[in-house]
């Protein structure tokens, strides 16, 4: 079937540390997202591809890297410049217009210790 | 002022009774809406979405739009506890992603 794989679900980092959160999609979507929810907060995008090898800062890239080498897979690194990461990592997916609405992983939690 | 606003709730409404959740967004060039359900923990997923003026019935589920007011609004016939959640709306507008509302949480109570 069929979807969007995140790795892993649950994520712990040490302070100063760098992370990469894995997001795969077997649905041959064109474009790719990463999102970022805080409790009890709304969705706020760090980073979108429309294809391979191109990629745009959304609202709050800050501390926050991308690459998309194959159409399948959009990583998203979280570097020790994102000072506040404890948050769940939501990544989508959709065809080349986001006009026909998005499909969701399952995300990440990630936790700073 | 915010390009997708919910009103953060929370509601709640008893089991059997109509929920109403609305929905107002800023770009007059908005092309179509999406209502997504998230429960606590879980990523969210796609319920319902419209592109024309009007209404569109699933089950118990009615997404309504209404362009020339700028809103849309989902409407849960017979709600259940089940139905207790976080729906966001969604706007595909002219940038190239959607955007969305910050949700509005819903309590079914029994």
């Known amino acids: 079937d069929g979807g969007i794989t995140q790795s892993p679900k649950y994520l712990f980092r040490k302070e100063g540390q760098n992370v990469t959160l894995s997001c795969e999609q077997n649905?041959?979507?064109?474009?790719m997202y990463w999102y970022r929810q805080d409790p009890g907060q709304g969705l706020r995008l760090i980073y979108y591809?429309?294809?391979?090898?191109?990629?745009q800062k959304g609202d709050i890239a800050e501390g926050y890297s991308v690459s998309r080498e194959k159409k399948e897979s959009f990583p998203l690194t979280v570097t020790s410049a994102q000072k506040n990461p404890t948050a769940f990592y939501l990544c989508?997916?959709?065809?080349?217009?986001?006009?026909?609405?998005?499909?969701f992983g399952s995300g990440t939690r990630l936790t700073v210790v | 002022q915010k390009e997708v606003e919910q009103n953060s709730g929370p509601l709640s409404v008893p089991e059997g009774a109509i929920a109403s959740l609305n929905c107002t967004y800023s770009?007059?060039?908005?092309?179509?809406f999406f209502w997504y359900r998230q429960y606590s923990g879980k990523s969210p997923e796609l319920i319902m979405f419209?592109?024309?003026?009007g209404d569109k019935e699933d089950g118990r589920f009615t997404a309504q739009l209404n362009k020339a007011s700028q809103y849309v609004s989902l409407l849960i016939r017979d709600s259940q506890p089940s139905d207790s959640a976080t729906y966001l709306c969604a706007v595909f507008q002219s940038a190239r992603q959607l955007t969305f509302g910050s949700g509005t949480q819903l309590t079914v109570l029994p």
């Open positions: 770009d007059r060039g908005s092309q179509s």
């Open positions: 591809s429309q294809i391979v090898n191109d990629f």
């Open positions: 989508a997916s959709s065809p080349a217009r986001a006009a026909y609405g998005y499909t």
């Open positions: 419209i592109y024309s003026n």
């Open positions: 649905l041959n979507h064109d474009a």
